[in-house]
C-alpha cells in the first residue's frame, strides 16, 4: 500500500503560506515510515511545511504520486489547515483514505 505522510504549511486555509522561522524534519513521520516500509509498504513524506508549498503544489503532488493513503498529524493549533487539506483531498481524490493522527486527534 502506497501512503503519502503529509506536513501541511501553517495557514494554508488562509492561502498566506509563508516559509518557517526554523525547519525540522516531521520525525513522527520518519518513524511511521521506517515501520510501515518494514512491513512491506510504500511511504512517502511530503514536507509541506518546511518547504512552505501552497495548497496546488500538494495536490499536483498528490495526483503525481497517487497514494491510497494521505497520512497527518494535528496540533490544536493546526487543526484549521488540516482539515482544509483533508477536505481539498476528499474532493479531488475521493478514493483516497484520509488518516489523522498526532496530540488534537488524541484528545
Known amino acids: 500500500m502506497k501512503m503519502l505522510f503529509l ?17 525540522n524534519p516531521p520525525i513522527t513521520f520518519v518513524w511511521l515510515s521506517a515501520f510501515l516500509k518494514q512491513a512491506g509498504h510504500e ?4 514536507d ?3 518547504l512552505a508549498l501552497t ?7 498528490i495526483a503525481t ?5 494521505v497520512g497527518f498529524t494535528s496540533f490544536t493549533c493546526e487543526y ?5 487539506m483533508a477536505q481539498r483531498v476528499r474532493e ?10 498526532g496530540y488534537h486527534a488524541n484528545t
Open 48 to 50: 509541506g511545511y518546511s
Open 7 to 23: 506536513a501541511v504549511p501553517k495557514a494554508i486555509f488562509t492561502g498566506k503560506v509563508k516559509p518557517p522561522m526554523f525547519r
Open 92 to 101: 479531488l481524490h475521493p478514493k483516497v483514505r484520509i488518516i489523522v493522527g
Open 43 to 46: 511511504p512517502e513524506i511530503l
Open 55 to 61: 495548497e496546488e503544489a500538494i495536490m499536483a503532488y
Open 65 to 69: 504520486s497517487k497514494p491510497d493513503i
Open 80 to 84: 484549521s489547515d488540516i482539515c482544509h
